[in-house]
């Protein structure tokens, strides 16, 4: 249910336009036949883009151990992934719809076969009286999708070998769905820096997010819901508007021109929204930047995000199996806002907040306080490729001390990518000052030792 989206979205996040392809052609400077020369050329395919590959190999390596400690101990899915795998596991057999109800509410009308003991339909059945977010019946925080992408890799592993005493042998099947989401949030993210503040921003995003022990372990699903799914879509979502608004000054005509970017731009709505309800913020964030960017052409704007509205319900609908009841139930159930303004008052919030950013990056600690100052103090950073990411970083942390449970913690995971892409763009900016090689060389023995210590971390778990 998910790879399309993956691979349709990285390839437009993280391939260059092209205006790269047509100055490689003219240099010659291409690989392979003719038919694929438009591509491959060395503006698409060269040194920037093997380190870039490089560190994102050693950020899958990382979430990869992790796994592979977890799956060592040989526990088994734990209450909440088992959840999932079921869930999943049922609709993709056509035994009703994931957590809309959940399953002992439907089983007995969606199969009346009493299924074999260590089965998928079976490994959670003391976490039904552990967990009171299933009381109600439906899922209230997310769509089929998070349980769609976990049971979607066990249909490639024989039936009879799903077992709770042989999950360390399918117990990481589960799991590749949102490793792919993490590698592909890197992905963009180096690509999204790059364009907006050079090689060198690019290259200290992607350094911060590849040894960043919360989106590896996000990634890996460690100890932890699956909020990467949503940090992806966010991050996409918003960078899709603003890539769509900029086209809209082409002289051309623009609606059906864009109609890639429209279907993207939907894609990345319904992962963002059907992975996390409350994350619809998103979609008046997009609409915000599409007429700020554009605003000479603000019907054009209005038109394709409605269209990709239209893209993002459908494939949200899409997630329920075109089952308009039990996709009005579902909705009537879910909770799109569930915030409450008493997390501003409790001044215990912030500090916890504020600890949660240091040890999803404890790099950080010295970055954001000196990307943060310079920002104030000096106007050349401030310009709209710092300002975004700084504002949709800290609507995102807001949004995460309003809403206290679950759906904050995703929230505030969203927050990470932005504010790295904050911090590298400003930093950037000082590497480009007289400065350069006192700046450079700071900026290089921060990350030196911010991996290193990564490293030394995550061999210890």
């Known amino acids: 249910m998910l790879d399309v989206p993956l691979v349709f979205s990285v390839l437009n996040w993280c391939l260059p336009r092209a205006e790269g392809s047509c100055k490689g052609l003219q240099h010659g400077k291409t690989l392979g036949s003719p038919f694929m020369s438009g591509y491959f050329t060395r503006q698409r395919f060269g040194r920037p883009q093997f380190l870039a590959g490089l560190l994102l190999s050693m950020f899958l390596t990382q979430t990869i151990w992790l796994l592979h400690v977890e799956l060592r101990a040989g526990s088994g899915p734990d209450n909440l992934e088992a959840v999932r795998i079921r869930e999943g596991w049922r609709q993709w057999h056509g035994r009703g719809v994931a957590g809309a109800p959940f399953s002992d509410a439907i089983g007995s009308r969606a199969n009346a076969d009493t299924p074999n003991e260590g089965h998928p339909d079976t490994l959670t059945q003391e976490s039904r009286q552990n967990d009171a977010k299933f009381d109600a019946r439906f899922d209230a925080e997310h769509s089929p999708l998070l349980y769609l992408a976990s049971a979607a890799p066990l249909l490639a592993w024989p039936e009879h070998l799903l077992s709770t005493e042989s999950a360390r042998y399918w117990q990481w099947l589960p799991r590749l769905s949102f490793l792919a989401c993490g590698v592909f949030l890197g992905a963009s993210l180096w690509y999204v820096a790059r364009r907006l503040c050079g090689n060198n921003g690019g290259f200290v995003a992607l350094t911060l997010y590849c040894f960043s022990p919360a989106m590896i372990q996000a990634s890996a699903v460690w100890h932890t819901e699956p909020e990467i799914v949503a940090a992806w879509g966010a991050f996409g979502t918003i960078f899709t508007a603003i890539a769509v608004a900029h086209t809209l000054y082409a002289p051309r005509e623009v609606v059906l021109w864009n109609w890639r970017r429209i279907v993207l731009l939907g894609i990345s709505l ?176 921060m990350l030196a030792a911010y991996a290193m210590w990564s490293l030394l971390a995550l061999a210890r778990v």
């Open 270 to 445: 319904a992962i963002t929204v059907g992975s996390q309800f409350s994350t619809i913020v998103v979609v008046p964030m997009a609409l915000a930047f599409l007429l700020y960017v554009a605003p000479v052409r603000r019907q054009a704007a209005l038109v394709i995000w409605a269209a990709g509205c239209v893209v993002g319900f459908v494939l949200l609908f899409a997630a329920y199996f075109f089952e308009p009841r039990v996709f009005v139930q579902a909705m009537h159930h879910a909770s799109f806002w569930g915030a409450t303004w008493r997390g501003f008052t409790v001044p215990g919030v912030y500090k916890e907040v504020a600890l949660q950013i240091g040890r999803a990056c404890p790099a950080l600690a010295l970055a954001l306080p000196l990307a943060s100052v310079s920002y104030a103090v000096w106007p050349r950073s401030r310009y709209f490729g710092n300002t975004a990411p700084l504002l949709v970083g800290l609507l995102f942390l807001g949004l995460g001390i309003a809403h206290p449970h679950l759906a904050g913690a995703g929230f505030i995971l969203s927050a990470i990518p932005f504010i790295f892409l904050f911090v590298s763009g400003v930093l950037a900016d000082l590497m480009e000052t007289r400065h350069r090689p006192l700046v450079t060389a700071g900026v290089f023995g």
